[in-house]
């Protein structure tokens, strides 16, 4: 798809298998098409990353938000740690499930750097692409494919009110920050993802 490579091994196919059966529509298309982004990103910038890493951490990003009335903590840290186990049964290399669980943590956290892991960076970057259109620019060159492959449907209103949900139960999580301090809603109404704001 648009030229993306996407990882065949074991731990990617029962990761791909996993999110296709548990996820819902809308969050596994946003979870591809994370993962295209961010590998879009990666070209462009030049940077080396571990397919297998990025690609599970794409997809189980936001697994935390399918069981917010469930969870014991945010959204993020708990998908980090049915991540890791998931992927420690899956017979992922320890220090790369860890890798991936530390990317899902710091996608909802500002200031993410370099020093955090590459594939931290692009997964924080890629996933602000996919719900803000911040950076829509850097995708030009995958942007058709993948959303003929991935469509958004009604991915924002459905996003927006799963975080809504989060802060409704847990005020403290950066659900809380993205919704108020960052104006997730306003951001989304000026998307470039809606054709009545393109040039």
């Known amino acids: 798809m648009a030229g993306i ?4 091994d074991d731990v990617s196919t ?3 298998r996993w999110a296709s059966r548990w996820l819902p529509r809308y969050l ?10 961010a590998v879009a990103i990666a070209a462009g910038e030049g940077w080396a990353f571990d397919h297998q890493v990025l690609w599970t951490a794409s ?3 936001d697994l935390g938000l399918t069981r917010i009335a469930r969870n014991a903590a945010c959204f993020e840290v708990e998908g980090a740690d049915i991540a890791r186990r998931f992927l420690a049964r899956a017979g992922m290399d320890p220090a790369a499930a860890e890798r991936a669980a530390t990317a899902i943590v710091l996608h909802m956290r500002p200031g993410v750097t370099l020093d955090d ?3 931290s960076v692009l997964l924080d970057r890629a996933t602000s692409v996919d719900v803000r259109g911040d950076g829509y620019e850097l995708v030009d060159h995958v942007r058709a494919a993948v959303m003929t492959a991935f469509p958004r449907g009604d991915f924002d209103r459905h996003f927006l009110r799963a975080i ?6 847990r005020p403290g999580c950066q659900s809380t920050r993205l919704l108020h301090e960052t104006d997730l809603a306003g951001w989304m109404a000026r998307s470039p993802w809606r054709p009545t704001n393109r040039p």
């Open 5 to 8: 490579i996407v990882p065949r």
């Open 14 to 16: 029962a990761t791909w």
């Open 28 to 37: 596994l298309a946003h979870s591809v098409r994370s993962y295209c982004w």
């Open 59 to 61: 997809l189980m990003h």
């Open 117 to 119: 892991g590459v594939e």
């Open 164 to 169: 809504e949900r989060e802060v409704a139960v």
